[in-house]
């Protein structure tokens, strides 16, 4: 059975860190590329980091360009999304996926866990 488990989410305040995890179960993580998406109260969700099944490529929203960085370990099966310097802007479910890499980035996302909370607050 094909599984995300994202996990790391939590309160923090303006300027701290979190890292999320996303550990996969039932396929092979470096067959395929992987991303990170954020969805906040009341907004369509935006994708934050993508990053190839080999880790050669990677892109990032320019909302968290020098803040952000992603990261994967294959041999774990997992996925990292480091994220540092928050805003309160920052705040929202956060989803790791799974799908295929192309020119643009990462695209046929079909697989996605049921994310995890960052709220970025005083």
């Known amino acids: 059975q094909l599984q995300l488990v994202e996990s790391g989410g939590g309160l923090v305040q303006p300027g701290g860190s979190l890292r999320l995890s996303c550990a996969v179960s039932g396929f092979t993580l470096n067959n395929y590329a992987m991303g990170w998406f954020r969805q906040a109260p009341g907004k369509e969700r935006e994708r934050v980091s993508c990053i190839s099944s080999s880790g050669g490529y990677i892109n990032y929203a320019d909302s968290v360009k020098g803040r952000f960085t992603i990261s994967r370990d294959n041999a774990k099966n997992t996925v990292y999304l480091q994220m540092n310097s928050l805003k309160p802007e920052d705040t929202a479910v956060y989803y790791c996926?799974?799908?295929?890499?192309?020119?643009?980035?990462?695209?046929?996302?079909?697989?996605w866990g049921k994310g995890t909370l960052v709220t970025v607050s005083s």
């Open positions: 996926a799974a799908g295929r890499w192309g020119p643009l980035g990462c695209y046929a996302m079909n697989y």
